[in-house]
Nanobody, 127 residues
């Protein structure tokens, strides 16, 4: 069982930055693919980014096109924490952001691949 707790959301002006954190319980954090998803009002939840550790200093990251160059996903396996650094935020980034963990090696963006989910943190970007 893995428990995920997000933090770092808030209200920011367009062009600003926020860093989301996802603290995970459990001893096998490093083996999980960690993903970030978001759900805007009236819309379905969508994939944002994911990161997978392949041993040593080798990581693989994958992003949805709309955040490439603005968002950076990272993880600290020693701290059992994943991060999402969000820069150049836009009003359309406003959503509840969810952290998720997957024990599989399937499609990064497929929500069905993820076994555990956090409760979400609100990000609001004002224009």
């Amino acid at each position: 069982q893995v428990q995920l707790v997000e933090s770092g959301g808030g209200l920011v002006q367009a062009g600003g930055s926020l860093r989301l954190s996802c603290a995970a319980s459990g001893r096998t954090f490093s083996s999980y693919t960690m993903g970030w998803f978001r759900q805007a009002p009236g819309k379905e939840r969508e994939f944002v980014a994911a990161i997978r550790w392949s041993g040593g200093s080798l990581y693989y990251a994958y992003y949805v096109d709309s955040v490439k160059g603005r968002f950076t996903i990272s993880r600290d396996n020693a701290k059992n924490t994943a991060y999402l650094q969000m820069n150049s935020l836009k009003p359309e980034d406003t959503a509840v952001y969810y952290c998720a963990a997957s024990s599989g090696k399937g499609r990064w963006e497929d929500q069905r691949e993820y076994d555990y989910w956090g409760q979400g943190t609100q990000v609001t970007v004002s224009s």
